[in-house]
């Protein structure tokens, strides 16, 4: 339910970054390069709310003093970055000549929603049920191996073929047919690779539930072991911390791997849109300035993961805790 409930936020944004561009479009004298500010102002209203509502359906910030903490500060977070959007709609007013009850009616809205947020990001935690946490043996049996990789693969392959028809069937429909055939085969790859990541977000989704639950809701409790097993931070641990940092870091490590792979797809997938689209215009500096980026992104981010993920499993190792269970073993049943 929960799942579906983020899907619907992210519509929510959509809907609403939609109806704000064509209110500001409507109302501004003078739109011209101001537009991409609007559009930034506009990303910096609505997505706090929507990470904010994700964050509080997720942990419990009532479990613990450091909980509490860490809660106000997240909320100073997103009000502040909600601040700054309002300096920049502010700045986009002046420079397009668009009425000030603009500027208003946007805060009023970002107002609410954080409002709803709070009230409604506890609500979908409370109604959750518990996650599959095994209490002994491999966090990870090859069983869920077998089957994570099958939904991949199928929501890839689906993914390929949906695209290359849909988007080859527009071609058709809207240039006549005059479109070369690795248009729609580079199309279909999109889909299939953008497709394979949100497979892969589903099961980080369930891993983080996971870790969740073993840390019992404490955000803080994870922030502090997670900078001793993932960062190698020397930081003395409580005995209770201690105890469950082990199969913390086993779980950990599964999911880490598997956020590498859904940070390649995603790169992939939105840089090489981008790149088709520098190919098809070698004049377009903002294009390749995106596909620039993404690349540095991509050589900044792998590594570290990578070495994090590194860091994560010898800490398991070390202390005894089995990640992925052995051939011919049987899982243990989960708690």
């Known amino acids: 339910m929960r799942v ?3 899907i619907g936020g992210l519509v929510a944004v959509t809907v609403l970054s939609a109806g704000s561009a064509l209110l500001l479009a409507t109302q501004a004298e003078e739109r011209g390069e101001w537009f991409l500010l609007s559009g930034l102002a506009m990303t910096l209203f609505w997505v706090p709310p929507l990470v904010l509502a994700s964050l509080l359906a997720f942990w419990d910030f009532t479990r613990s ?13 997103m009000v502040l970055i ?17 009425p000030w009850w603009v500027v208003a009616a946007f805060v009023a809205v970002a107002i609410g929603l954080t409002a709803a947020a709070v009230k409604i990001g506890p609500v979908f935690r409370r109604t959750e049920g518990p996650s599959t946490l095994r209490a002994e043996g491999a966090v990870y049996t090859r ?22 028809v849909g988007f080859g069937a527009l071609f058709l429909v809207l240039d006549d047919g ?9 199309a279909g790859l999109f889909c299939a690779v953008l497709a394979a990541g949100v497979a892969v977000s589903f099961i980080v989704w369930r891993l983080a539930r996971q870790q969740r639950d073993l840390l019992d809701g404490d955000v803080e409790r994870g922030r502090t072991i997670g900078k001793v097993v993932i960062r190698g931070k020397k ?21 880490q791997a598997y956020t590498l792979v859904q940070l390649a797809t995603l ?7 981008q790149l088709a689209r520098v190919i098809g215009d070698p004049t377009d500096t903002f294009t390749l300035i995106l596909v620039c980026a993404y690349v540095l992104l991509f050589v ?20 005894g805790e089995l990640i992925i269970e052995q051939r011919g073993t049987v899982a243990a049943p989960s708690a």
């Open 82 to 98: 909600q601040v700054i959007a309002t300096v920049l709609l502010s700045a986009y007013v002046v420079l397009s000549r668009t």
């Open 235 to 255: 930081i003395v641990l409580s005995a209770e911390d201690e105890a469950i940092a082990p199969r913390y870091a086993a779980i950990s490590a599964v999911s």
């Open 4 to 6: 579906l409930a983020f």
């Open 267 to 273: 790169l992939v997938a939105i840089g090489g849109s």
């Open 65 to 77: 003093a450091g909980a509490r903490r860490a809660y106000r500060r997240t909320l100073i977070l």
């Open 178 to 186: 005059d479109v070369p055939v690795w248009w729609m085969i580079g």
């Open 300 to 319: 900044a981010l792998v590594p570290m993961a990578v070495i994090q993920l590194c860091r994560t499993r010898t800490y398991a190792r070390d202390h």
């Open 143 to 164: 069983a869920d191996l077998r089957r994570d990789v099958r939904r991949i693969v199928v929501t890839g392959v689906a993914g390929l073929v949906v695209g290359a």
